[in-house]
């Protein structure tokens, strides 16, 4: 059985969790990449309380950094392969979170950065309780090699509203993985929002920032 996760957190602005956002960070990096957006959202979700956990792997690539599972970027089957391997632990994690914080599964939002928006994409589709949104920030919907939406729709549980943000520059994900994306989720019944930030590469702006936190103060506000 894999190691189980953990990683740092936030407290609720407000009382006691009414909701949590579990930030998934990207390839290399690790859980202290991410929580720092939770101080920015505060203002705007006081009753949420943050998490962002380690990846469960060293990073081949990056010394000190995580990895939710290995790209060579050789391979077409890896990140297929790869978020199917690494969902039942980040399962095991949200469910663990959620039960600490004594809150139903449709309080959880998750949010994602690039290999953590593949994450939060695949987890989030196939919980039996539909999260009350997700974010992915420069990341992509992945889908089987050989592209067969229809495998990944007998396999979802889940439709919950969705945001794509993405750089219109970046170099490593290109945007029209945002595109592509939003039509995979369109053809599985997903609503999806998107917004391409202009001028920026593979990063996070404080426009595309600021979308993230409305739109998950939205979903919450929907979900009372």
Known sequence: MAAELDGPGLA???GSARQLVVFLHGYGADGNDLIELGRVWQQMLPQAAFVSPHAPEPCSQAPVGR??????FRDPNERWVGVNKAAPVLERFIDAELARHNLPATALALVGFSQGTMMALHVGLRRSAPPAGIVGYSGLLVLPPDGNI????AAIKSRPPVLLVHGDQD????????????????ALGVSAEWHLSAGIGHGIDPEGLRHGGEFLARCFMTKR
């Open 171 to 186: 170099e490593l994900i290109p945007p029209q993985a945002l595109f592509q994306s939003a039509q995979g989720l369109a």
């Open 67 to 72: 990895q939710w599972f290995a790209l060579t």
């Open 12 to 14: 609720p602005r407000s």
């Open 150 to 153: 229809e495998k990944v729709a």
